[in-house]
C-alpha cells in the first residue's frame, strides 16, 4: 500500500481493486498523469474518467452545485457502485472530464483502494485497466496480462465482487438521468431518486457519455440472442463457446459457460467478464454466442456489455 501511494505520489499510475472492475489509477488533478492514463489505455480523449474519492465530503471538495438527489444517492449507496455526474470545480483538470464542465466521482467500495485514498491527498482518476474497447478486468491477473508494461504496479485486491463497472447517474433540467446501467440496479436508484430517465443509447457522442457503440468487446466474434437454440444452430459448423444463463440445457459437444445456474444476476455479472477472457484465450474455439439475460435487476447492465461486445 506504501509502495502503491508512493508511486501516485511519484506521478505514476497504479492499477487498483474496486467492487466493480479493475481501475488503472492516477492523480486526478494532475493533467500531465492523466494524460499518462488515456495513453496507456488507447482511450480517445473524447471519452472522460471517472474521479475516485474517499467520501462523500471529499466529493464535495470536487463538485459544486450538488443538487438534493444526489447527495440523497450518496448517502444511500456510496461506498458502491454508483458514478455521480456533477458540476466540476475548476481544480479537476479539463483532460480528466474532456472539456465538459462535469466531472464523474465514485466513492469505490473495496477496503483496499479505500485506504490508499486516504492516505494520499490527491483524488484517483481510474478508468478500467484495460486496453480501450477489450474486455474490463475483473482480476489482478487480467491486469498484467494486457498492461504490465504501461504501469508501475498492480494492487492485488482479489476478484472483483460486482464485476460491472458502476452505475452512471446524471442530473439534468431536475431530472436523474442513467447514462450507463451498472453494478447498481435501476429499482434501487428509483427507491432513492423516484423517477428517472434512462438514456444509455449508443452515441460517440460524449455528451451521451460512455455509451461507444462497440466497447468490452473479445477478439473472436461474439453474436447475441434471446433465442439461444436458434443462435447455436446457424453457428453449428464453429467450434462454439456458449454463453448461458439459468437452468438450461446445451449440448455437451458445446463449450459451455453458465454465468450462473441458478439464475442469480449478481453471481452472473460477476462471471461476465472472466468468461469473455477465457473463451477469447482458448485457440479450440471459433465463435461465442450468449443468451440475452431476462430484463430485470442486473440483466439490464450484463445485456448492455453483451450487445456493446457483439459484433454489429
Ligand atoms: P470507465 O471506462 O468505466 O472508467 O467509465 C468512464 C465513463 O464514465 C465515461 O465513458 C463516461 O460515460 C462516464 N463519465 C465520466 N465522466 C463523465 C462526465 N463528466 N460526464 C458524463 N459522463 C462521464
Ligand atoms: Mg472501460
Redesign the pocket.
Known amino acids: 500500500m506504501a509502495e502503491a501511494a508512493s508511486f501516485l505520489l511519484n506521478e505514476e499510475l497504479v492499477a487498483i481493486p474496486t467492487e466493480?472492475?479493475y481501475?488503472l489509477a492516477g492523480n486526478a488533478l494532475n493533467a500531465a498523469v492523466v494524460l499518462k492514463i488515456f495513453e496507456a489505455k488507447e482511450r480517445p480523449s473524447f471519452?472522460?474518467?471517472?474521479v475516485h474519492i474517499p467520501s462523500k465530503e471529499v466529493a464535495l471538495l470536487y463538485a459544486k452545485d450538488v443538487p438534493p438527489v444526489a447527495l440523497m444517492l450518496m448517502e444511500a449507496f456510496w461506498p458502491g457502485p454508483l458514478?455521480l455526474?456533477l458540476k466540476?470545480k475548476s481544480i479537476i483538470p479539463d483532460v480528466v472530464?474532456?472539456g465538459?464542465d462535469?466531472?464523474?466521482l465514485r466513492m469505490p467500495n473495496h477496503p483496499m483502494t479505500l485506504a490508499l485514498l486516504n492516505t494520499i491527498d490527491f483524488p484517483l482518476a481510474?478508468?478500467?485497466a484495460n486496453p480501450f474497447g477489450y474486455i474490463?478486468p475483473t482480476t489482478a491477473q487480467h491486469v498484467v496480462d494486457q498492461l504490465h508494461s504501461k504501469i508501475a504496479m498492480v494492487l492485488d485486491g482479489g476478484a472483483c465482487t460486482v464485476g460491472v463497472?458502476?452505475t452512471?447517474v446524471?442530473f439534468e433540467n431536475g431530472e436523474t438521468v442513467i447514462?450507463?446501467l451498472g453494478g447498481l440496479t435501476l429499482e434501487d436508484i428509483r427507491k432513492v431518486a423516484g423517477d428517472v430517465v434512462v438514456c444509455v443509447n449508443s452515441s460517440s457522442d460524449?455528451?451521451a457519455?460512455?455509451?461507444?457503440k462497440s466497447h468490452y468487446a473479445p477478439s473472436k466474434p461474439l453474436y447475441i440472442s434471446n433465442d439461444l437454440n436458434s443462435l447455436i444452430k446457424i453457428n453449428e459448423n464453429y467450434r462454439l463457446a456458449v454463453i448461458c444463463f439459468g437452468n438450461v440445457k446445451i449440448n455437451e459437444q458445446h463449450a459451455v459457460y453458465n454465468l450462473s445456474v441458478k439464475s442469480d444476476f449478481k453471481e452472473a455479472a460477476s462471471n461476465l467478464f472472466s468468461f469473455l477472457r477465457a473463451i477469447d484465450q482458448r485457440n479450440d474455439i471459433d465463435v461465442i454466442v450468449a443468451a440475452l439475460l431476462p430484463e430485470a435487476n442486473l440483466g439490464y447492465a450484463i445485456n448492455d456489455r453483451l450487445w456493446r461486445a457483439a459484433v454489429k
Request: overall charge positive; proline content about 12%.
Open positions: 466493480t472492475v481501475g471519452d472522460p474518467l471517472i458514478t455526474v466540476k472530464t474532456s465538459l462535469t466531472v464523474g481510474a478508468p478500467s474490463s463497472e458502476s452512471i446524471g447514462y450507463r460524449p455528451k457519455p460512455g455509451m461507444l
